[in-house]
């Protein structure tokens, strides 16, 4: 049984409108080099949206910085939320798939929080629309911090004399009245100063300093913008660049490997959920039913196999790639997509493949300069591993 024509047409003729919007983006910017300060952190980024409802302010980022590196809020005590998104390791984990309580593993990979609060959507298959969401669904996981509801989140906080002192001061909530939204709500402004812009690209583009990217990944670049088509997913506006369109695309990763069993897997995964059966959890705990993709969240067949569309910023520092962690480098990742969405050339794509991945034809040579321009995106930090602003923009 296949399904692959009409979501096949229909994302083709999407990527076809996204290339013919696309414009040259091979030349740097016409900027005077001095009107950019060049140790701007946010050099390269638009403002942070802030919600109306969780304004940001200094006592509850600490706050959320708190709750974020707690081991308490798990099961076995060792799961905190920086276990997967480690401060050090450019707050991803740097494993294929993450290890949650006693040792268990999910099927997906820990995408960076930084810029994160660009995204959105979150999770790469996009079911939370906001950090606020995001942030409540990890501690509930069975393979994550496997607590059975929130409410032992909640306990935990109250027999803590510091963290009722505090979320009485930040939200003005008594014990009783605290909510795991007061929860989330912090957690979430924590993530929002984790921006980090300023890379040698945003130098290079934005600032107009032609030497700040070395002649390979200046070959990259063009070869980002050209031939390999990179931005039409991974997107460049003129002012900012968050490398993502936000989008979901079928990319051939993890999905071709189970084509024969996608008719069952899609029955059953709809049954599944019409019974009450939750996405978080079943993508979480079985490996061919997360690689469903964004269909698990919209039950359309043209999203089958499909993920959203990572930021390449600070890529060179967050390997493994692909949600399912199953390309070790930076040049697999550019074989891959070189091959028309293979691993090897000779294997078969899927049925529901985006319309816009195709052979690139690109060399070794290309391929090895593709990879240098995507180390030119990891940002400078000075005193730092990442940015810690307090941003004010509202979101709309």
Known sequence: MRYALLPVLVLATLFAQKQADTK???????VNPQSVPDK???????????????????????????????????????????KCHDDKQAFTDSLPV????????????????????FNQSQFWDGREPDLEGQAK??????VEHGLADHKQVLEIIRTDPDYLATFQSVFDVSAKKLTIDHVAKAIASFERTLVAGNS??????????????????????ELFVGQGRCVSCHTIEQDHALFTDN??????VGINQI??????????FLEAKNKGGQVDTMVLTDKKASELGRFAVTDELSQIGAFKTPTLRN???????????SLKTLKEVMVHYNNGGVNKADERVNDFLSGGIRPLNLTDPQLNDLVAFMKALTSSWSGSRYANPIPTQAAN
């Open 24 to 30: 040259p983006l091979a030349e740097p910017a016409a």
């Open 40 to 82: 701007n952190n946010l050099l390269g980024l638009p403002p942070v949206p802030i919600p109306a409802n969780n304004p940001q302010a200094p006592d509850k980022i600490a706050l959320g910085d708190k709750l974020f590196h707690d081991k308490r809020f798990s099961v076995d005590g060792t799961v905190s939320c920086s």
């Open 98 to 117: 993450s290890v949650g309580h006693h040792g268990l593993t999910g099927t997906r990979n820990a995408p960076t929080v930084l810029n994160a609060a």
């Open 137 to 142: 669904q990890p501690l509930i996981n069975p």
């Open 200 to 221: 040698p690209f945003d130098r290079y583009y934005f600032n107009g300093k032609t030497d700040a990217m070395t002649d390979a990944q200046i070959r990259g670049f």
């Open 247 to 252: 989008r979901f695309h079928n990319i051939g």
């Open 259 to 268: 084509q024969q069993d996608i008719p069952r897997l899609t029955q059953a």
């Open 315 to 325: 890529v060179e520092l967050t390997a493994p790639y692909m949600h399912d962690g």
